[in-house]
């Protein structure tokens, strides 16, 4: 079973920015990549998600003009960067995967192969 790791997550002050990657066991090739976060007292949201070949994303209008999803499929990564932070990005952030050929709405129920987290805190 494909299994992802996130990283890149800590604490920045309001306006700087952030590059999470998700890093995967096996080939990415297969997998649509979602990128979805969860605050305190907040159900699971997604942010962004890239299609298999990298060619399809879609962002939460939270995030839109402020975050960018990549993927490199021969390093098996899909990055996140976020730019112009603010305090309600705070949350943990996970990526996880959808095997499904088409691409799917960026919501938590279309994914699975979730990684642990990482946090992100915007604060000054």
């Known amino acids: 079973q494909l299994q992802l790791v996130e990283s890149g997550g800590g604490l920045v002050q309001p306006g700087g920015s952030l590059r999470l990657s998700c890093t995967a066991s096996g080939f990415l090739d297969y997998y649509a990549i979602g990128w979805f976060r969860q605050a305190p007292g907040k159900e699971r949201e997604g942010v962004s998600c890239?299609?298999?070949?990298?060619?399809?994303?879609n962002y939460a209008d939270s995030v839109k003009g402020r975050f960018t999803i990549s993927r490199d499929n021969a390093k098996r990564t899909v990055y996140l960067q976020m730019n112009s932070l603010q305090p309600e990005d705070t949350a943990i952030y996970y990526c996880?995967?959808?095997?499904?050929?088409?691409?799917?709405?960026?919501?938590?129920?279309?994914?699975?192969?979730w990684g642990r987290g990482t946090q992100v805190t915007v604060s000054s």
């Open positions: 890239i299609s298999r070949s990298g060619g399809s994303t």
């Open positions: 996880a995967a959808d095997p499904q050929l088409l691409f799917r709405p960026c919501v938590p129920r279309n994914f699975r192969s």
